[in-house]
């Protein structure tokens, strides 16, 4: 990414965002890459967030943006989303009767981090679903409780990756990532998830959902240098959003011709608007 910038006469260098020592109003410029170690912390983040002049994506998105609750307000706006049970801090939570496969991650995270998959007709398993949820509520966090869409284990999950162009936000291009859930989380920190990539061309139907998707977010589309639409076929086939990623999304530049030159346009783009 350094080298597309430079070559168009672009300076940047990567910064930490929790580092007293950056001094954010000496770069006419931020772009958020890879603040991962925000989910414990939100709060603390998105105040940062705010204090930083020129963040992209804006201060008042990645607040919006870093909290899964926004998928209610996608669904209510028509966006196809998976069907979510929400469990907040100090609430009591208890599996259904039924016996399909279901996932518990918490309502602020990134990376797979505090993730499970559990199998409601397994007795162990129920244990390890009561549990989690019990660890994430006294932990003081927001529960998500999620049917496991099983068409990840085969289709994968697609990625649209989208940046900001010469039209407002345009689609770049698009990538499998293969399934990340294999079962229970038993509360190990900070535990790296490989992710297997593979490039992967999105379909119409994939693109009208992801445009959809980002025609609910505040403030409109256009502000956006980035944004990330997750979808995973549903059980009639159909994508449902997972996840709308518009604060920490890998962008996976390199699987696609010109994407890391679009970024760097993108970028430069923005920078001769502030100045
Ligand atoms: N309902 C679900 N069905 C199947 N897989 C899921 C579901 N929810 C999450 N996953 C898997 O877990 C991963 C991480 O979940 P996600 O909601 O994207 O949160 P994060 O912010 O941690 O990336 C996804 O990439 C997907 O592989
Ligand atoms: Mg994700």
Redesign the pocket.
Known sequence: MLGPLAARGVTAEPVVWDDPAVEWTAYDLAVLRSPWDYAPRRDEFVAWAQRVPNLANPADVVRWNTDKRYLDELSAAGVPT?PTAWVGPGESWEPSADSGEY?I?PAV?????D?GRYDLADPEHRELAVAHVRRLSAAGRVTMV????AA?DTAG?TALLFLAGEQGLEFSHAIR?G???TGPDFGVDGLYRPEEITARTGTLEQLAVARKTLATVPGGPDRLLYARV?L?PGPDGQSIL??LELTEPSLFLAHAAGAADRLAEAILTRLTRET
Request: proline share 9%.
């Open positions: 998976v996932v991650k995270s990134a990376g797979s981090q993730t999620q049917p496991y869409l990840v999950e990532k399934p990340m859930l997750d995973i997972v996840e």
